[in-house]
T-cell receptor, first 118, second 108 residues
Framework: GAVVSQHPSWVICKSGTSVKIECRSL??????MFWYRQFPKQSLMLMAT?????????EQGVEKDKFLINHASLTLSTLTVTSAHPEDSSFYIC??????????????FGPGTRLTVL | KNEVEQSPQNLTAQEGEFITINCSYS?????LHWLQQHPGGGIVSLFM???GKKKHGRLIATINIQEKHSSLHITASHPRDSAVYIC??????????FGAGTRLFVKA
């Protein structure tokens, strides 16, 4: 099946610093990628939809200046958590939709990135 | 009430038991995903189905579009099946609605 990678798999940073998380589709092209956040024992919460070559669409309540998304190519989207604070500590998961599949485009999920802000 | 409801929330089974996890949804969806999330966090897509039944190894997924209901079955369960199982409905466009997940623990 299609593979989506995320880097890094975990990161610990100091409060006030910025952290960049990469999401790559390894063997398919993805015009659309999704960024999710997951708190412990809760389900995935969609943060934003990343579209190649255009601005991301953010869900209500998600600060676009706080969570910068760049989808510069058909295989790479990045999420930058700017001026991170302890409340940003969470598990961030991306998924990608295969542009080549018709109709019911299946989402392929990355392994996630655990962010801890001290 | 969530648009996608799963039951049970938690499930403990003995190794070898037949397991069923249910998913009901109240919105129109075009397809439904069953996902598996292990304690490490990574998510694996098990099935995507829009009608009928799919089988992969010991896993079987069924969906009844008219009744807005899907089930995931695990035959001959094993401790390595312990994970959180999430159903997610694709409502068309880019909207995916996730259930809260079912936490399964299979005892040896």
């Amino acid at each position: 099946g299609a593979v989506v990678s995320q880097h890094p798999s975990w990161v610990i940073c100091k409060s006030g610093t910025s952290v960049k998380i990469e999401c790559r589709s390894l063997d398919f092209q993805a015009t659309t990628m999704f960024w999710y956040r997951q708190f412990p024992k809760q389900s995935l919460m969609l943060m934003a939809t990343s579209n190649e070559g255009s601005k991301a669409t953010y869900e209500q309540g998600v600060e676009k200046d706080k969570f910068l998304i760049n989808h510069a190519s058909l295989t790479l989207s990045t999420l930058t958590v700017t001026s991170a604070h302890p409340e940003d500590s969470s598990f961030y998961i991306c998924s990608a939709r295969d542009s080549g599949l018709a109709v019911y485009n299946e989402q392929f999920f990355g392994p996630g990135t655990r962010l801890t802000v001290l | 009430k969530n648009e996608v409801e799963q039951s049970p929330q938690n499930l403990t089974a003995q190794e070898g038991e037949f397991i069923t996890i249910n998913c009901s949804y109240s919105v129109g969806i075009s397809a439904l995903h069953w996902l598996q999330q292990h304690p490490g966090g990574g998510i694996v897509s098990l099935f995507m189905l829009s009608s009928g039944k799919k089988k992969h190894g010991r896993l079987i997924a069924t969906i009844n579009i008219q009744e807005k209901h899907s089930s995931l079955h695990i035959t001959a369960s094993h401790p390595r099946d312990s994970a959180v199982y999430i159903c997610a409905g694709w409502a068309g466009g880019f909207k995916t609605i996730f259930g809260a997940g079912t936490r399964l623990f299979v005892k040896a």
